[in-house]
């Protein structure tokens, strides 16, 4: 799964993380398979600099196993929505890898605009493309979103 972040982590930098993710106001949401109510991934904001001025970076993460069935656009949209109510920053950012097909398909297919490609140390020590994708919370994504899944 880190294939395009870097490579595999050690277990105690996914604990470090995974603590960070589970404190109350971190942005950060456990994507759940309904049917199963198993843990399928993440998705998550966070507030950066980015060319002098303050936005959200969006993040996430399906299990292999479970890509490709639209599970992370879906829960990237729902994301927006959540971002777009707490109305703090117009802007959301995110930065897939070039060379990461289904995270900038994600990004394309909700409707944020392809801005360029930039450089990024990612984790310390590792450098890598990225494209830098932008959502205009206040324009909305527009037809492009996909449906919203219904809650039971």
Aim: charged fraction near 25%; hydrophobic fraction near 35%; include cysteine.
């Amino acid at each position: 799964m880190m294939r395009h972040l870097g490579g595999p982590e050690t277990r105690t930098k996914i604990a470090e993380r995974q603590a960070r993710y589970e404190r109350a106001g971190s942005r950060q949401y456990r994507i759940v398979e309904v049917e199963s109510g198993e843990g399928v991934g993440w998705v998550g904001y966070w507030e950066r600099e980015w060319l002098d001025r303050l936005c959200w970076e969006v993040g996430w993460a399906v299990v292999p196993a479970m890509q490709g069935r639209g599970i992370g656009s879906t829960a990237t949209a729902l994301l927006l929505d959540v971002a777009r109510e707490e109305g703090s920053h117009r802007y959301v950012h995110a930065y897939p890898s070039v060379e990461n097909t289904a995270s900038n398909g994600i990004c394309r297919k909700l409707g944020f605009t392809l801005l360029g490609a930039h450089d990024f140390e990612y984790p310390v020590g590792h450098w890598m493309r990225c494209n830098d994708w932008q959502y205009d919370l206040r324009a909305g994504g527009g037809a492009s979103r996909p449906p919203r899944p219904r809650r039971q």
